[in-house]
């Protein structure tokens, strides 16, 4: 099996601009322009410029605390494989992790921040002991895609 959320990434970046947009809009319109008249339903524009950056703070803000990332997985041929990185406005480095399927030994899925932050942290098997990767964030992923994946990777975990 093999996909990636792209198009869940791509939403996210034109949901952001769009809300960006937005924003300076309503700036221009109300503080340059001054063609958005206030007091409106008696609120002052100062307090709706402080409520809408507020709003636009938070949902900017939220896909980077919840580490929304590309995913991309694959468990074709011999290896399981993970690419993946930290999307938003600022973006992150690019990370992989690729696991002979022999040498998996299992993997732990995280749930924190409500559910919403939501990650699987793999382990691979070494002469040494049990190697832990750091955590891919599958926030992104949509549950059927979460889902998929816990249950791919279910199938590589040794028997005891």
Do not use: C, W
Not at 7 to 23: E, P, Y
Not at 88 to 102: A, C, F, L, P, Q
Not at 105 to 115: A, L, P, Q, T, Y
Request: proline share 3%; charged share 20%; net charge positive.
């Amino acid at each position: 099996m093999t996909f990636n959320n792209f198009k869940n990434i791509i939403g996210l970046r034109i949901r952001l601009f769009a809300i960006t947009v937005i924003l300076i809009v309503y700036l221009v319109l109300t503080y340059v322009a001054q063609i958005i008249k206030f007091p409106i339903l008696g609120i002052s524009d100062t307090v709706v410029t402080i409520i809408l950056v507020s709003v636009y703070g938070f949902l900017v803000f939220l896909p980077m605390h919840i580490n929304f990332q590309y995913v991309s997985y694959s468990d074709e041929d011999d290896k399981i494989s993970f690419r993946y990185f930290t999307s938003g406005i600022i973006g992150g480095r690019k990370n992989s992790v690729e696991i002979d399927k022999r040498n998996f030994s299992g993997f732990e899925v995280k749930s924190e921040f409500f559910g919403l932050k939501r990650s699987i942290i793999l382990f691979q098997t070494f002469r040494e002991g049990v190697a832990k990767y750091p955590p891919v964030y599958v926030s992104g992923l949509t549950r059927k895609e979460r889902e998929k994946v816990i249950s791919s990777l279910s199938q590589y975990v040794p028997k005891s």
